[in-house]
């Protein structure tokens, strides 16, 4: 699979991502399985992963400024 931004070559990795849910709250997702690029560092979350994403975040408590959160397959 080739990277859409540079050609590079992608794999899939796990790792933290940070998602902004409101104006003044994050989220950050630990151990979440995405498919990056070697060369830029772009990634992509897959749909069943991103699914998933969703369903956590609206659990969230909104209110809060930071909140950590482990995916799990």
């Known amino acids: 699979m080739r990277c ?3 050609g590079g070559k992608q794999e899939k990795i796990v790792t933290d991502l940070p998602f902004k849910i409101g104006a003044d709250s994050i989220v950050i997702l630990k151990k ?3 498919i990056q ?3 830029c ?3 992509m979350i897959e ?3 991103m699914e998933k994403v ?3 975040l609206k ?3 909104r209110k809060a ?3 950590i959160l482990t995916y799990a397959a």
């Open 32 to 34: 979440l399985p995405v």
């Open 65 to 67: 400024e930071l909140e």
């Open 47 to 49: 749909d069943k992963v």
């Open 54 to 56: 969703d369903a956590m």
């Open 37 to 39: 690029c070697a060369n």
């Open 41 to 43: 560092n772009e990634y």
């Open 4 to 6: 859409h931004n540079c």
């Open 59 to 61: 659990t969230v408590d």
